[in-house]
């Protein structure tokens, strides 16, 4: 079975372009979350979809980011327009369902934004 | 406020030591689950536990184990035999039922395992 994968793992962009990441959850998993490390700070949870909803956007930083979870398939994150601040790694993280054994998140491997 | 708190920030020790990783977390979930995950070098996030509020039972994974307890809010992780191998950064985590189960993480502890 795959797992959580990412695209892409790096990206360097300057700063006020635009950037878009995107994730591919475990097959069947109806829980996406998104979460980022800056710089060397805590990995802090950004948003939550279940299914093709939001379902938790609480941790998301401004409105220069967007989410979008196709279908409850893939999901985007986009930065627009990226700022120094927002380099760090994003990480997907995905879920069969809420509570019991089903409950446990699996990573991908991340993105690795610059903000130059 | 810091939902999970791991003191130390980074541990060497020699190969073969025993290393102790701490976890302190705080909640006023009744249900909640603690999670720790293993970053190597190689970047990605690796699941290696996760035990339910309901289970205080501790649990063993050949040179991995886990001491849940209730009454000093820890969930402690001890790499027994350490190996190179295991040199990476841990992150202790927290998700409660109130929460819709998102993750709070912990600072992480990197573990340097010297030949």
């Known amino acids: 079975e795959a797992g959580v994968t990412q695209f892409p793992s790096h990206s360097v962009i300057e700063k006020g372009q635009t950037v878009t990441l995107r994730c591919d959850p475990i097959?069947?998993?109806?829980?996406l979350y998104w979460y980022r490390r800056v710089m060397g700070k805590e990995i802090k949870f950004l948003l939550h979809?279940?299914?093709?909803?939001?379902?938790?956007e609480s941790g998301m930083p401004n409105n220069r980011f967007l989410a979008e979870r196709t279908g409850g398939t893939y999901s985007t994150l986009k930065v627009q327009p990226a700022e120094l601040e927002d380099s760090g790694v994003y990480f997907c993280?995905?879920?069969?369902?809420?509570?019991?054994?089903?409950?446990?998140?699996?990573f991908g491997p991340g993105t690795r934004l610059l903000v130059l | 406020a810091q939902k999970v708190t791991q003191a130390q920030t980074e541990i060497s020790v020699v190969e073969k030591e025993d290393v102790t990783l701490d976890c302190v977390y705080e909640?006023?979930?009744?249900?909640?689950?603690l999670f720790w995950y293993k970053q190597p070098p190689s970047g990605e996030l690796v699941f290696l536990i996760r035990?339910?509020?309901?289970?205080?039972q501790n649990e063993i994974s050949g040179r991995y184990s886990w001491n849940f307890q209730k009454s000093t809010s820890s969930f402690n992780f001890t790499i027994t035999a350490s190996q190179v191998v295991d040199s990476a950064v841990y992150f202790c985590?927290?998700?409660?039922?109130?929460?819709?189960?998102?993750?709070?993480f912990g600072a992480g502890t990197t573990v340097t395992v010297r030949a």
């Open positions: 993280a995905s879920s069969q369902g809420t509570g019991g054994v089903t409950e446990t998140q699996y």
């Open positions: 097959s069947g998993h109806d829980n």
């Open positions: 979809f279940v299914k093709e909803s939001k379902q938790d």
């Open positions: 909640t006023r979930d009744t249900t909640y689950y």
């Open positions: 035990r339910n509020s309901f289970d205080e």
């Open positions: 985590a927290l998700s409660e039922a109130q929460g819709d189960y998102k993750l709070s």
